[in-house]
């Protein structure tokens, strides 16, 4: 899928602000500092479409971005470490948790893993979390380019063997690379072919 247009729509803090339309909207999501922003961007070709940070915590809303007038990227708030108040972290969890509970127009979430690193508690208690509210999502390995090939296939197995504990079936992954902009293609043509199954012309 080639991305035509992509038009930053509105941040809201509540579900209920998100847009009336019937359009599939694509969350991505993932710990504070994963790269999120960075892979927003890439996948928009565009440098400076989501606002990235060198400090945790930089995105605190629910973003939309219209894509080719047919569907929205949603970049949501980081979960885990951020340099904010417990109680504002709290507010964090109940509106992301309600955002997935109740936005129809949510077809898959996208969870971003620091391929650098062990598998972390808070990711998966995430994902388990995705099971337990009866959300599908996908998990995109970030930074790979900051390891080796081999700690890469380590670290991605430790990951997938730690999910086989509580998942019957493992999800859909992909590798990333903002700076060598890997990845990049497979995910936009997974969006696709989920897009063709509801009818929706990209």
């Known amino acids: 899928m080639i991305i035509k247009t992509i038009e930053f729509i509105q941040s809201v803090d509540h579900w209920k602000k998100c847009p009336n339309s019937p359009c599939p909207e694509y969350a991505f999501i993932g710990r504070s500092n994963v790269g999120k922003s960075s892979l927003v961007n890439m996948l928009a070709n565009k440098k400076a479409l989501a606002k990235t940070s060198s400090k945790p915590g930089k995105t605190q809303t629910i973003n939309h971005f219209l894509v080719n007038d047919s569907w ?108 060598e902009t890997i990845g990049r293609k497979e995910i936009l043509e997974y969006i696709g072919v989920l897009n063709k199954q509801r009818g929706i012309s990209v």
């Open 72 to 179: 929205y990227l949603v970049d949501l708030p980081g979960y885990g470490y951020a340099t904010i108040s417990k109680t504002m972290r709290e507010m964090w969890v109940r509106m992301i948790e309600d955002y997935l509970i109740n936005r129809e127009t949510l077809q898959l979430v996208f969870v971003l893993i620091d391929a650098r690193h062990d598998p972390l508690d808070n990711d998966i208690n995430f994902i388990n979390n995705l099971g337990k509210l009866g959300v599908p999502y996908a998990l995109i390995f970030t930074k790979i380019d900051k390891i080796s090939k081999n700690k890469l296939s380590e670290n991605m197995n430790k990951f997938l063997e730690k999910l086989k504990e509580t998942w019957e079936e493992l999800p859909p992954y992909f590798m990333t690379s903002v700076t």
